[in-house]
């Protein structure tokens, strides 16, 4: 029975600071994104100020239906609560007392809150990620400041259980990511040739993608292959009470999202899913106990030596197999790896059927014996009172743990529908506690990357202003491609999601992205919310009188000189017009005035306002020396700031 003391501090530090860049990368966006004068207000989601805690509960569960009694709008609610998300952060980050059930469980409200009135800027999967992350970070993190009168140690015998759930989450997201890339039957995964277009379709690439773009197609074929080894195969080494496994499978994770991290932005999702692999450490990997090979047992050398022979057999034959369902075969005259999916669509829904009802299975025998042990832990030590409470406490723990692992069957069991039908039929009170749970996000379903887009071109929106409707000017924005001499930006772990709504905008039409005509109307009212959100603004003194957009393809220069995408005077991209997004409009068209009016972004009569009083004046305070910062800067600044107060104290000393 191994201790993670350590690598649950630092598990619970890791978590401080994925919520700290969160709020702050969402703080410096709420004015322009969810002010009254924004692309999506607030104001226009969120119900009435609640009556009660009932109807707080049950209606529309924010804490922002609280902040009228404050006196505060919608807007400045939201300030108040990322500011208090931001403080607490911090304050978690710099002290180890204060990472405690009662915070996580406070700073899991505060993004929740702010999550409900988020519409679509906040409906991405990193962010229900990090709510279900961060509710279980409740359960992980001591409860001893519930219970001030009793001394109750910070590392508990259930804790091994706690983590267990982190690590159960870990599992049905690199899981499912991998799975779903295959049920949803995309050519290029099948083909093995995803990566030959991930890298410049995805949403903000970073300088390192462009590289990464230029290997040759074998190369990116393999590293296909291997996504589905690391995404697939190494989750099922979680489990296995092989430390050298485990640790295989934990390194494979951390290079996995490292060279995503590098390539892509991807906020803060790469970080938490690396927070969430600290489930596979235990104390000995943050140091080794010295051990006098004399003194050791036999039968500890002979388990010691099996476990060498296990590692090494069961790492053989995971690689091998791999080789063979994907047909890996060496040239040694040109140094290449071909490599083809041998399986079909067939055998996939078959292993499906076996492996996915397996994959519970394995769980809740994993879960049982982690239960099992900590019981052993707890009766082996300690006086009558503490095995009293420790007993009680690991049984409540241990019920919730059973409780959260049935409830997460329901969206684990999504990739393979026979195995969900049983679940649901067979067991309707798990059903009835996933649709209890599923409001607060409490488990959820994964799924990254199901399909590739954009194989015939990087599809990109260009918005553009004109006073005459001849010479038209474009509008930068900050970080997605524009500009093709423009260098790609690293922006992770901060957030622009502006920038990755106009992403996914490009890959439809503005008639179902409606928020996009929003934008467009605060652009020509030259709204300086919204303005702070983009780049340049190619109309410094008024706006202009007609703003269109344009489609346009975009794709990553080449260093082949032989290609038609050469680079040849430094550009990073090639693009080509293909066609019209949305017409020329003026801010007086009838049928935009008529949109903004239905959707009241244009109100009929004047919002009322609220007295002034001192929340409300810190509030804006803070904001108006903030500002809307950019982005990037700001999270970096705060999570380096609350580092060195952390080291001030060894310096003084």
Known sequence: MTDIRRSRELFLWCMSSVYLLAFASLYVQIPGLYGDDGILPARLVIKKEAKSWQDLINDQPSLLRLTPYLGLDVQSGMDLLCLAGIVISLICLISKSHRDSVTFLILWILYFSLYQVGQTFMWFQWDILLLEAGFLTILVAPIHPLLPFIRIPRCKSHDNITMWLIKWLLFRLMFASGIVKLTSHCPTWWGLTALNYHYETQCIPTAAAWYAHQLPEWFQKLTVVATYFIEIVLPWLFFLPIRPLQMFAFWGQVLFQVLIMLTGNYNFFNLLTLVLCLSLLDDSFFYKKKVNKGTQSTLMLVWKFSEKIVTIAVIFLIVYATAVFFELKINWYNWTIKSSVVFSKRDLSHWLEVYVPYSIGVGLVSLTVEVFLSILRILRKGNVFYRMWSVLSCGLISFAAFSLFAISLVPHTVIEHGTRAKVLNNYPLIQQLYQFADPYQITNSYGLFRSMTGVGGRPEIIIEGSNDNQKWKPYEFLYKPGDVYRRPPFVAPHQPRLDWQMWFAALGSYQHNPWFLNLVYRLLTAQPEVLELMGKNPFPQNP???????????????????????????????????????????????????YMKQTHIIQETPLANLADNWIKTCIIKVRRLVGQMEGFTFTISLFLMANLVQFIPYVMS
Do not use: E, M
Request: glycine share 4%.
């Open 544 to 594: 202009p009188k007609y703003i269109r957009a344009t489609l346009y393809h975009y794709h990553f220069s080449s260093l082949d000189a032989n290609s038609n995408r050469y680079r040849k005077s430094g550009n990073w991209w090639i693009r080509k017009k293909k066609d019209n997004y949305l017409p020329p409009l003026t801010k007086d068209d009838p049928g935009l005035v008529q």
